[in-house]
């Protein structure tokens, strides 16, 4: 009867665990890198809401887990990413793409640069404003499409 206890016990722990890894495995927030910008934001029918940061901003660190929160939320999205760039170790990057000040919320759609956030920093404008935005996109990059047919 121990023996049936225990081996509960660890089914259990085992369980909960892999349900926490499997949790915050989907829940991931991309980090971009110069090597990677370019290749993600331009995946087809693929919008990129991207957070451009510096460690050493306070206005940064004030967001504390919004962006992690932002990727929860975001949870069976499927053509939509949420990514970050830290603009102190990708500075060309961040030129490239017109940052000046910090954070810089943008999203792409298909490699361009479709919106830019300028709201409240809490999850619910986040991803009203996601969602709206990318489906603006996607019917923009429709239309586009069928009138090259």
Not at 97 to 104: A, G, Q
């Amino acid at each position: 009867m121990k023996k049936l206890n225990r081996s509960l016990i660890l089914f259990t722990l085992l369980h909960l665990v892999l349900s926490l890894i499997l949790l915050y495995a989907e829940a991931e927030v991309i980090t971009l890198a110069p090597e990677t910008f370019s290749d993600k934001v331009k995946e087809k029918d693929t919008a990129w809401f991207v957070k451009f940061c510096v460690p050493w901003c306070k206005h940064c660190k004030n967001l504390g887990s919004l962006w992690e929160d932002l990727g929860k939320a975001m949870e069976g999205e499927d053509e939509i990413e949420i990514g970050e760039v830290d603009c102190s170790a990708s500075k060309p990057l961040c030129t490239k793409v017109d940052i000046h000040s910090y954070p810089t919320f943008k999203l792409f759609y298909d490699g361009e640069e479709v919106a830019k956030y300028q709201g409240a920093r809490n999850v619910e404008s986040l991803k009203s404003f996601v969602l709206e935005e990318s489906e603006k996109a996607a019917a923009k990059a429709q239309l586009d499409s069928d009138q090259d047919l």
